[in-house]
């Protein structure tokens, strides 16, 4: 195992982003957020990309560019989508050059997390409020056989504020830095 990369995986509104910046400014390692590298390389949101060219041309970007970033020199955080470990040989690609941590948070904190930025997530931004809870349990359970496969897990339902986010982010160095 790569001993310089850092992949983290989870739902949608895990805090992947938040905590891996945080993470990753302690550590003084290179953050990624897969999603908006692709949208850097692209030059168009994960959104419009999902709404123009659907899901399975986006599945492919990422691919490509999970494969590019796990070859990329020096140690780093890696934010990935929330769907990434479900495709392809994804996850055996981040489980053979890193360390994978799945973030986890209870459903009623995810959904207040997803209520937070509306427009953002394109596989539920044309759901009703009612229909999210049950797309989001439905849909957890389904990805479930590729995030079990994560090599650690760990709770991140406390990034709420700036304080919140120091602590996870050290309770996270402190689980993982010796596995590095």
């Known amino acids: 195992m790569s001993k310089d990369k850092i992949y983290l995986i989870g739902y949608m509104a895990t805090g992947?982003?938040?905590l891996?910046?945080?993470?990753?400014?302690?550590?003084?390692?290179?953050?990624?957020?897969?999603?908006?590298?692709?949208?850097?390389?692209?030059?168009?949101r994960?959104?419009?990309?999902?709404?123009?060219?659907?899901e399975?041309?986006?599945?492919?970007?990422?691919?490509?560019?999970?494969r590019r970033v796990a070859s990329m020199p020096g140690k780093m955080i890696i934010a990935c989508g929330g769907g990434t470990p479900c495709h392809a040989d994804n996850m055996d690609l981040m489980n053979a050059?890193?360390?994978?941590?799945?973030?986890?948070?209870?459903i009623p904190r995810l959904i207040e997390r997803l209520r937070l930025t509306p427009?953002?997530?394109?596989?539920?931004?044309?759901?009703?409020?009612?229909?999210i809870q049950e797309y989001v349990t439905t849909n957890l359970k389904a990805r479930d056989p590729f995030y079990?496969?994560?090599?650690y897990r760990f709770?991140?339902?406390?990034?709420?504020d700036t304080d919140q986010i120091r602590k996870s982010a050290q309770s996270f160095i402190n689980m993982t830095v010796n596995q590095l």
């Open 97 to 106: 050059s890193g360390l994978t941590v799945l973030l986890e948070a209870p």
């Open 16 to 18: 992947k982003t938040t």
């Open 20 to 44: 891996g910046r945080a993470v990753a400014m302690c550590l003084k390692w290179s953050f990624i957020d897969l999603d908006q590298l692709i949208e850097q390389d692209t030059g168009m």
């Open 119 to 131: 427009g953002q997530r394109p596989l539920i931004d044309n759901l009703s409020e009612a229909s």
């Open 148 to 151: 079990s496969r994560a090599h």
């Open 155 to 160: 709770d991140s339902s406390q990034l709420e």
């Open 56 to 66: 399975v041309h986006f599945r492919a970007l990422e691919r490509e560019t999970l």
């Open 46 to 54: 994960v959104s419009d990309i999902f709404r123009l060219h659907g």
